[in-house]
């Protein structure tokens, strides 16, 4: 098989890590790997494959060969830099907001819309975390009972700020001040995540709407969320509320996510089986519980969903969009 010419942007960072590590796991033929980071990193070594590679800073002209490069920075460098992946022949797989909503760029979650890259440009975005780990159990909802209405509320981690959220977590258990978070993390859950927009939603909840109508093709569907930040170190958690067209059959549900690849039931609660932050670290399983009907509408269905935001929400996705594009072209 044919090996690739493969970039890492923010490969120092806490999502690019990840995804050095899920490059060797999921056993991409890379022959040849650069690594980019900001001026501080440079000239870092990191083993990978057997071999080292050192990091460089971005400079005009350095993603020429390269089949793909990922990026895992914020939106202003992916807007400057993703543009001359392309122009040099390369395929981009964004981690950043930048491109998600752009009509020429799919949105990709790979177990439902994987094709899209195929009519699209080659700049490919990736969702946000929490839209990815819901997408999945969405998106069987519908094509058993047609999905009405979506209510999302999110429980979601420190790390979903990157490595600044984690040492202010630390810092505020160690009884120091906090100056990232608007509040003590360490004391409180915080439901403002990103900005706040004119319409009362912040950026991050508006996200989960719009990504998950685009992932779906349902560009009208009903969709609200509430995004909280909580104090824990890594791991999303979010109260997936759906209301459906046609009646809902918990059975059928359940036995359809038990033939599903990486999406775990754990639903004993009179035993406290539930998911927890704590069995989805560190693996890409997406786990499902507290699954009931609604009773507050005529179809519908509550259920809580957990997953791994550094894994499955942001480097895995990435890494699996990756392979599977290779499998097509192969």
């Known amino acids: 098989m044919k090996g690739y010419s493969i970039g890492v ?27 980019f980071a900001s001026d501080k990193s440079k000239g870092k070594r990191i083993k990978l494959f057997g ?3 050192y990091v460089e800073t971005l400079y005009e002209g350095c993603f020429k060969g390269l089949d793909f490069v990922l990026f895992s920075t914020g939106a202003k460098i992916s807007k400057i830099w993703a543009p001359k992946v392309v122009k040099e022949g390369g395929y981009v797989i964004d981690n950043s907001s930048c491109f998600r909503m752009k009509r020429n760029c799919a949105l990709i979650v790979p ?18 975390c929490s839209t990815i780990q819901c997408v999945l159990i969405v998106k069987t ?53 990103d900005e706040f927009l004119i319409n009362g939603y912040t950026k991050e909840e508006m996200k989960m709407v719009e990504e998950t109508r685009k992932i779906l093709h349902k560009k009208n569907l009903k969709i609200s969320a509430t995004c909280v930040r909580v104090p824990i170190e890594s791991c999303h958690g979010v109260v997936v509320r759906c209301e459906l067209v046609n009646e809902y059959s918990d059975q059928v549900f359940r036995n359809k996510l038990e033939t599903l690849e990486n999406i775990i039931v754990l639903d004993d609660p009179v035993n406290h089986i539930y998911p927890t932050s704590v069995i989805a670290k560190g693996n890409d399983n997406i786990y499902v519980g507290r699954i009931r009907k609604d009773l507050s509408c005529k179809n519908g269905v509550l259920l809580f969903v957990t997953s791994d935001n550094i894994r499955k929400g942001a480097a895995s996705n990435a890494v699996q969009i990756l392979k599977g594009i290779i499998n097509n072209i192969n």
């Open 111 to 128: 177990e439902i819309n994987l094709n899209d890259y195929k009519t699209k440009c080659k700049i490919i975005a990736n969702p946000n």
């Open 9 to 35: 942007v923010g490969a120092t960072g806490l999502v690019g890590r990840t995804i050095l590590k899920l490059l060797e796991e999921y056993q991409i033929n890379v022959d040849n790997l650069k690594l």
């Open 141 to 193: 909802l519908d094509d058993l009972f047609q999905v009405k209405r979506i209510n999302y509320t999110t429980y979601q981690s420190v790390s979903g700020s990157g490595q600044k959220g984690i040492i202010e977590l630390k810092r505020c258990l160690n009884h120091k001040n906090h100056c990232f978070y608007p509040y003590d993390i360490s004391k409180t859950v915080i439901p403002e995540i």
């Open 51 to 53: 071999k080292y590679y």
